[in-house]
Structure formats: structure tokens, C-alpha cells
């Protein structure tokens, strides 16, 4: 039997059992404990605390910890070498745990009232721009800076935005977590079956946002990322080529403690094929994750690097081998 239907059975039974309900409930108070302690800070306590429990997962939690490590070896490996690869896999743990914390203030501080005072904004002429030609807007972004704010902000603006999440397992925690996203008028459609709602969404001129920068499993397309192919989702070049619709990439990058963050909406992508087919959807879907890489680039300790974004190799590849250097941020487009 293999090691994920191991993991199916063994998940069915414990959802059968009372355990399952007392180690989700004892989750949920957790979470809680750590929102109303964070959102109770701010400004140098919080990035200092946050700082912390980075430098603390950083060396506890291996797993993930080797990932980070593979994955900016791949792309910074030539450039940076072992020492430097470690130093880089510390910042990005340093920035993670700073943005966790800052995720819990903002949402229990951030207002229509006082979002100004912690977030620069910038290019919203670009996605009025594009939701002129009345075909709605396809907004696409990465687990980049804070990404909570993308949806958080572009719903205080006014816009009627629909953005595609993952359930999370702990349903206390899920149906928390959805309250805050939605407080500000921000739609979530769940990723499991989104299709439909993206679709009525983009009819009615409204905007679906995507975070397209994570593995997408066997039903992605593979594209190059960073050198390497990568599973990625087909939904944005799908839906724009489908539909007519513009790609519009949106960005947010922390600037310092306050919390404090500039958020923009770059001009929309020109597509290198107008036509809907399934062949052009790879060449769009590259366009798209060509535009993340760059976004990436600027800010690189303040992407998710922990995350097994290479998991997922192409059928025509053996299992995956262990990542190993592949071409240096210049030969990928520049740091920027």
C-alpha cells in the first residue's frame, strides 16, 4: 500500500474519533492565544518577537528548514555558495516570522479608517485600466511580503473581489481565518470547485484573485521556474484566454516595522497568444509565472522558499532528485 493511502486511511479513522475534535479544539485555542498577543503589539516589539519564533522554526522544524535550504540552493547556489545559501534561508525564516505576526495584527487592526497609515499604494490605475474593457480582471500575485493584504486591501478599495483559497483542515480555525478575509467586503471561493464562481465573477466585471506561485499538483501545467519545471495552476491563462479577460499581477513587499508595506497593480500582461486553446495555455501560463519570478526577484527573502514548490516533476522525469544548482539569479533575469 502506498505512503498517501496510508495517510488516507489512517486521516478517515481519526475523523471518525473524538481525539480528532479535542486536537482541532485544542488547535483553535492556540491560534487565539497567539492572535490576541500578537495583534496586542506592534511596531519593534513585533518585528522583534516575530523575528524570534523565524530564528526558532528555523532550527526546530528540519523539515521544512531543508526544503528552504534546496530550493535557494537551486536558484542562489553558484551565485551565493553554501555560506551565503544559509545566511538567505535565515532571512527568509527572519521575514516569515515577522509577516505571521503581522498577519494576526492585521487582521483584528487594520480598518478602512487607518490602512493608509500602514500601506503605500500603488498603480491602482492599472486594474481600473483593465476592468474598462468590461471583460473583469484576473488579479495574480505570490506568497510575497504579506500576502493577506492583497485581497484585504483591493476589497477596501471597493473593487468586487473573489479570491481563490484552500480550505484549511481545523474547521475552527477555517471558519475564523474566512470571517477575517471576508470582513471587508473580500469574496473566498473555495479552490476545490472555484471554476464556476470565477467565471460568474469575471461576467459580472468583477475581479478573481489567484495566488499562482505554488505547486499545482498533478493537474498543473509545467513551466519553467527559476530554471526548472514546476508545476503550476492553468486557471489564470485559461480564464483569460477564455474569456478575454486581463492578467493583472499585484504585488506586496514590507518596507519596515509599523506594520508598513507597499502594495501595487502593474500593468496588465500582454499575451503572447489571444486565442483560446489548450496549447496555448502553457505559453500564457509561462508569461504569468515569468512576471512572478521578476516580481519575486526584487524581494527575494520575503518569498515562501520553504515551500516544496518542485514537488510535482514532469511524467517524462523520474522521481524527483535532490535539488542541486541550477542557473544564478542573472542568468534568470537579474536580481532587479
Known amino acids: 500500500m502506498s505512503r498517501k493511502k496510508k495517510r488516507s486511511r489512517v486521516k478517515k479513522f481519526f475523523k471518525k474519533t473524538p481525539l480528532y475534535w479535542f486536537v482541532h479544539i485544542v488547535q483553535y485555542a492556540v491560534f487565539r492565544i497567539l492572535e490576541f498577543f500578537f495583534s496586542s503589539l506592534s511596531g519593534n516589539p513585533l518585528e522583534r518577537l516575530g523575528r524570534a519564533a523565524g530564528i526558532f522554526f528555523f532550527h526546530y522544524y528540519p523539515r521544512q528548514r531543508k526544503v528552504c535550504i534546496a530550493n535557494l540552493q537551486q536558484v542562489y547556489g553558484r551565485r551565493l555558495g553554501s555560506v551565503g545559501v544559509l545566511k538567505m534561508a535565515k532571512s527568509v525564516y527572519r521575514h516569515w516570522g515577522i509577516v505571521m505576526g503581522e498577519m494576526f495584527w492585521v487582521t483584528r487592526n487594520l480598518s ?12 491602482r490605475e492599472n486594474l481600473d485600466n483593465a476592468l474598462s474593457k468590461g471583460n473583469g480582471v484576473i488579479l ?5 511580503g504579506n500576502w493577506e493584504l492583497l485581497g484585504f ?6 473593487y468586487q473581489l473573489y479570491s481563490v483559497a484552500r480550505m ?5 480555525i477555517h471558519r475564523y481565518v474566512l470571517n477575517m478575509r471576508t470582513r471587508c467586503g473580500q469574496k473566498i471561493l473555495d479552490k476545490e470547485g472555484a471554476l464556476k464562481g470565477m467565471v460568474q465573477a469575471l461576467k459580472n466585471n468583477g475581479v478573481v484573485g489567484i495566488l499562482a506561485d505554488q ?9 519553467d521556474f527559476f530554471g526548472r519545471k514546476a508545476s503550476t495552476t492553468r486557471s489564470p491563462a485559461a480564464l483569460a484566454l477564455k474569456y478575454e479577460t486581463p492578467i493583472v499581477p499585484l504585488y506586496c513587499y514590507r518596507l519596515g516595522c509599523g506594520p508598513s508595506y507597499v502594495l501595487g497593480y502593474e500593468p496588465a500582461l500582454v499575451p503572447s497568444v489571444t486565442e483560446y486553446s489548450e496549447d496555448a495555455i502553457p505559453e500564457v501560463t509561462q508569461q504569468v509565472t515569468t512576471k512572478l519570478e521578476e516580481m519575486i526577484l526584487r524581494k527575494p527573502e520575503q518569498w515562501v522558499w520553504l515551500h ?13 532528485p ?3 544548482p541550477q542557473r544564478s539569479p542573472d542568468e534568470v533575469g537579474g536580481e532587479g
Open 112 to 123: 478602512r479608517e487607518n490602512w493608509r497609515r500602514h500601506v503605500k499604494l500603488e498603480g
Open 308 to 320: 516544496n514548490r518542485w514537488r510535482t516533476r514532469p511524467p517524462e522525469e523520474s522521481p524527483l
Open 322 to 324: 535532490p535539488a542541486k
Open 168 to 172: 484549511i483542515e481545523n474547521p475552527y
Open 215 to 223: 505547486n499545482a499538483g498533478s493537474s498543473g501545467v509545467f513551466v
Open 140 to 144: 495574480i500575485a505570490a506568497h510575497l
Open 153 to 158: 486591501i483591493t476589497a477596501l478599495l471597493g
